[in-house]
């Protein structure tokens, strides 16, 4: 059985904890600064130390450290936390310096990642038919730390790269007219909702959205725990969602 400590005892924290039976995982410690379930307050070498693999679900003031300990102590990591990929530079250095193993995504979920290649898809044939628009948008719960979220980012970042009309991302145009050029993604905070995601195509003719509903936090957990089965040998930094079909395909495999 693969040994592995969660680091963030939260919302997805536990939903990592109830589903990891199901997938042959036993989770030998928890660390969080402020829940009281948790075994150990801080990633140090005595809460680390029996792990085979770290999966944090923190917050992304404290992920780069998070994930700078790991390293130093030779256990590979899984970030499903959020919010940090301006430091994604400066880490990947850091891991591939110290030899160490990194997973990371904005999305673990089945469905979102099947919806990142779906949505290129559509940009690249969009791209070619002159008329047609493009715009996107995110809605989450009100307690989420990171605006936009990591998967309308991501999203966003997959149409620029395939629509030669739009040379920017516009999350927060204040009170301004939106130029051709920018590609407008917005962001809701509302209620309860695990995340919903959704790219429009817009012309005289015709529209077509393409959206996402999670409709849990346990489609995170099940990729997240995927990836934590698909790290455990591997070396260097790895972007789950450029490899999700690979991934995929080899924790199949070995189930
Ligand atoms: N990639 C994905 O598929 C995916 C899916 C869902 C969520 N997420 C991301 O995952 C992160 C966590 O989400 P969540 O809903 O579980 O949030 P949450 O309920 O707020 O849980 C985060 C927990 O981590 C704790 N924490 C803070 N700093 C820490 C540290 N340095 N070490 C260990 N634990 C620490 C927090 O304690 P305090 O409350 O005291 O700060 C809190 O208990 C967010 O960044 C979210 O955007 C990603």
């Known amino acids: ?108 979920s089945i469905g979102v990642n099947i919806l990142f290649q779906i949505v290129n898809f559509s940009s690249e044939l969009f791209n070619k038919i002159p008329g047609y628009d493009v715009a996107g948008s995110e809605i989450h719960h009100r307690m989420k730390k990171d605006i936009p979220s990591g998967t309308g980012k991501t999203l966003a970042e997959i149409v620029l790269n395939n629509y030669d009309t739009k040379e920017e991302i516009v999350y927060q145009p204040g009170n301004r007219e ?26 005289k003719d015709d529209q077509l959205s393409i959206k996402h509903n999670a409709k849990g936090r346990e489609g995170f957990a099940k990729g997240a725990l995927m990836a934590a089965k698909y790290i455990y040998d591997k070396k260097g930094v790895i972007d789950f969602v450029s490899n999700f079909s690979e991934i995929i395909e080899e924790v199949n495999n070995e189930n």
């Open 1 to 108: 059985m693969l040994k592995v400590g969660l680091v963030g005892y939260g919302k997805m924290g536990h939903m990592l904890k109830n589903l990891s039976n199901e997938f042959n995982i036993e989770i030998v410690s928890i660390i969080d600064p402020t829940n009281e379930e948790a075994n150990y307050k801080e990633i140090n070498e005595n809460s680390i130390s029996n792990c085979d693999v770290l999966i944090d679900f923190s917050t992304p003031n404290g992920v780069i450290n998070n994930i700078k300990r790991a390293v130093k102590q030779n256990i590979p990591i899984v970030v499903g936390t959020t919010g940090w990929l301006d430091s994604l530079n400066e880490i990947t250095e850091y891991v591939e310096l110290n030899n160490g193993a990194l997973i990371y995504g904005s999305n673990f």
């Open 178 to 203: 939106i130029k051709k050029e920018e590609l407008h993604f917005t962001s809701l905070r509302l209620g309860e909702i695990p995340g919903l995601h959704e790219v429009t195509f817009d012309s």
